[in-house]
C-alpha cells in the first residue's frame, strides 16, 4: 500500500469503527429499537420541566394561572400485576429554582412488547407505540374505562406520530431528534364569539426528544355552558423540558 494514504486509510477506518461501534451499543441499550430512546428508562434519569398551568372555575367565575417547575425522576423498578417488569418515576414540585424540591406524586411506567403504558393518578395510557413511524395511529386511552363519566372526555382518542427525528423548539430549548405524538384536537364554538352557544375544547399533543423523553406536554379541556353560569369550567398545562441529565 502506498505509504501517503495510510493515514487517511487508518483514519477512515478509525471512524468506521467508531460509528458502528456506536450503532451497535445504541441497538444494544434500548433492545434492539432504537426508536425506544425516545423514552429512555434507566434509574437515576431526571427531567425538569417549567410548568404553566391555568384552571377556569365555573362556580367562582376565576381563572387562576400558576407556574412552577415538576422533576421526573426513574427512580425504581418493579413486577406488576401481570408480572411485567415497570419503573416507578418519582414526581416533585417546586414553585421557582431557589426552592427545594417537595414530593408531589409517584408515576408508573411498563414497557410492553409492543408499545409504552403510563399510569398517573390510576389513568392508564398507551403514551407511545413501537416501532416508531410517521402516520402510525392507535388508540392511547383504549384502557381507561369508559363507565368513569369524570374522564369521559378521554373517550376515542386516536394517537398519531408525526415529524418523527425532526428537531423542535419547546419554547425554552431547543431539541434536535424527536417525535411528536399528537393525541386529540376537538374544538366545538367560541364563547368570545359565541357567548350563547355551548362550547367545548379538548387538545393533547406530546413530543419526546431522543435519549430524553418527553420534552413538551400540552394538555387543555375546558366545557362552556350558557345556561348556566355562563364561564368556562376545566383546566390547561403546558410543560416544557429545561434540563435532565
Same mark, same amino acid.
Request: hydrophobic share 35%; aromatic share 16%.
Given at each position: 500500500?502506498?505509504?501517503?494514504?495510510?493515514?487517511?486509510?487508518?483514519?477512515?477506518?478509525?471512524?468506521?469503527?467508531?460509528?458502528?461501534?456506536?450503532?451497535?451499543?445504541?441497538?444494544?441499550?434500548?433492545?434492539?429499537?432504537?426508536?425506544?430512546?425516545?423514552?429512555?428508562?434507566?434509574?437515576?434519569?431526571?427531567?425538569?420541566?417549567?410548568?404553566?398551568?391555568?384552571?377556569? *372555575?365555573?362556580?367562582?367565575?376565576?381563572?387562576?394561572?400558576?407556574?412552577?417547575?415538576?422533576?421526573?425522576?426513574?427512580?425504581?423498578?418493579?413486577?406488576?400485576?401481570?408480572?411485567?417488569?415497570?419503573?416507578?418515576?418519582?414526581?416533585?414540585?417546586?414553585?421557582?429554582?431557589?426552592?427545594?424540591?417537595?414530593?408531589?406524586?409517584?408515576?408508573?411506567?411498563?414497557?410492553?412488547?409492543?408499545?409504552?403504558?403510563?399510569?398517573?393518578?390510576?389513568?392508564?395510557?398507551?403514551?407511545?407505540?413501537?416501532?416508531?413511524?410517521?402516520?402510525?395511529?392507535?388508540?392511547?386511552?383504549?384502557?381507561?374505562?369508559?363507565?368513569?363519566?369524570?374522564?369521559?372526555?378521554?373517550?376515542?382518542?386516536?394517537?398519531?406520530?408525526?415529524?418523527?427525528?425532526?428537531?423542535?423548539?419547546?419554547?425554552?430549548?431547543?431539541?434536535?431528534?424527536?417525535?411528536?405524538?399528537?393525541?386529540? *384536537?376537538?374544538?366545538?364554538?367560541?364563547?368570545?364569539?359565541?357567548?350563547?352557544?355551548?362550547?367545548?375544547?379538548?387538545?393533547?399533543?406530546?413530543?419526546?426528544?431522543?435519549?430524553?423523553?418527553?420534552?413538551?406536554?400540552?394538555?387543555?379541556?375546558?366545557?362552556?355552558?350558557?345556561?348556566?353560569?355562563?364561564?368556562?369550567?376545566?383546566?390547561?398545562?403546558?410543560?416544557?423540558?429545561?434540563?435532565?441529565?
Amino acid at each position: 500500500m502506498n505509504k501517503k494514504f495510510l493515514p487517511v486509510f487508518l483514519l477512515i477506518a478509525s471512524f468506521s469503527v467508531i460509528f458502528f461501534s456506536c450503532k451497535k451499543e445504541s441497538e444494544n441499550k434500548y433492545g434492539g429499537d432504537r426508536s425506544r430512546g425516545y423514552y429512555p428508562l434507566a434509574l437515576g434519569r431526571y427531567v425538569i420541566y417549567d410548568v404553566d398551568s391555568t384552571i377556569w *372555575d365555573d362556580f367562582r367565575q376565576v381563572k387562576t394561572l400558576h407556574r412552577y417547575q415538576m422533576r421526573y425522576t426513574v427512580a425504581d423498578t418493579f413486577m406488576d400485576a401481570q408480572k411485567r417488569l415497570s419503573y416507578s418515576i418519582d414526581v416533585h414540585i417546586r414553585t421557582n429554582d431557589s426552592l427545594p424540591w417537595l414530593t408531589h406524586r409517584v408515576l408508573y411506567v411498563t414497557p410492553t412488547a409492543t408499545g409504552l403504558e403510563y399510569v398517573e393518578a390510576n389513568v392508564r395510557f398507551i403514551k407511545m407505540i413501537f416501532p416508531v413511524a410517521n402516520n402510525l395511529e392507535w388508540k392511547g386511552n383504549a384502557l381507561i374505562p369508559s363507565g368513569d363519566q369524570d374522564y369521559q372526555y378521554f373517550q376515542n382518542w386516536t394517537y398519531k406520530y408525526s415529524d418523527y427525528e425532526q428537531s423542535f423548539n419547546n419554547g425554552k430549548v431547543l431539541f434536535d431528534n424527536t417525535i411528536t405524538v399528537n393525541e386529540e *384536537d376537538d374544538k366545538l364554538n367560541d364563547p368570545e364569539t359565541m357567548p350563547e352557544s355551548y362550547a367545548t375544547r379538548t387538545f393533547a399533543k406530546e413530543v419526546y426528544g431522543y435519549d430524553i423523553g418527553m420534552v413538551y406536554r400540552e394538555v387543555t379541556h375546558w366545557t362552556y355552558d350558557p345556561f348556566t353560569t355562563k364561564y368556562r369550567n376545566g383546566y390547561s398545562v403546558v410543560m416544557r423540558a429545561v434540563d435532565h441529565n
